[in-house]
């Protein structure tokens, strides 16, 4: 089973940037499909960013499309979330997801039930 931890958040102003990583150790990594999904305060999860095991296909929501770029060093195990141009509705805890059974190579995974491992989230605030 592998772990996740995330890391790199923090409190920014609007049209700042940051980059969350998502250190992952106990499994191969380089095999799953992963995502970064994030919550604000009394709303559901939400997709933020998914990517393919390989990384080659990416899909993103519609609120961060042109401004988050998802990318994976297997070399580091670790899955990047470069966050451009910040606004306050991206204030949420991110989550960093792995999917740990089985899937389909070209397959996107945008729900949260289709992941399996979670890490313990990032705060990022985001003030006007």
């Known amino acids: 089973q592998v772990q996740l931890v995330e890391s790199g958040g923090g409190l920014v102003q609007t049209g700042d940037s940051l980059r969350l990583s998502c250190q992952a150790s106990g499994g191969t990594f380089g095999t799953y499909p992963m995502a970064w999904f994030r919550q604000a305060l009394g709303n559901e999860r939400e997709l933020v960013a998914a990517m393919t095991w390989s990384g080659t296909v990416t899909y993103y929501g519609d609120s961060v499309k042109g401004r988050f770029t998802i990318s994976r060093d297997g070399a580091k195990n670790t899955v990047y979330l470069q966050m451009n141009s910040l606004n306050t509705e991206d204030t949420a805890i991110y989550y960093c997801?792995?999917?740990?059974?089985?899937?389909?190579?070209?397959?996107?995974?945008?729900?949260?039930?289709?992941?399996?491992?979670w890490g313990q989230g990032t705060k990022v605030t985001v003030s006007a």
């Open positions: 997801a792995a999917r740990g059974r089985s899937y389909h190579f070209t397959q996107v995974y945008s729900s949260p039930q289709d992941y399996d491992c």
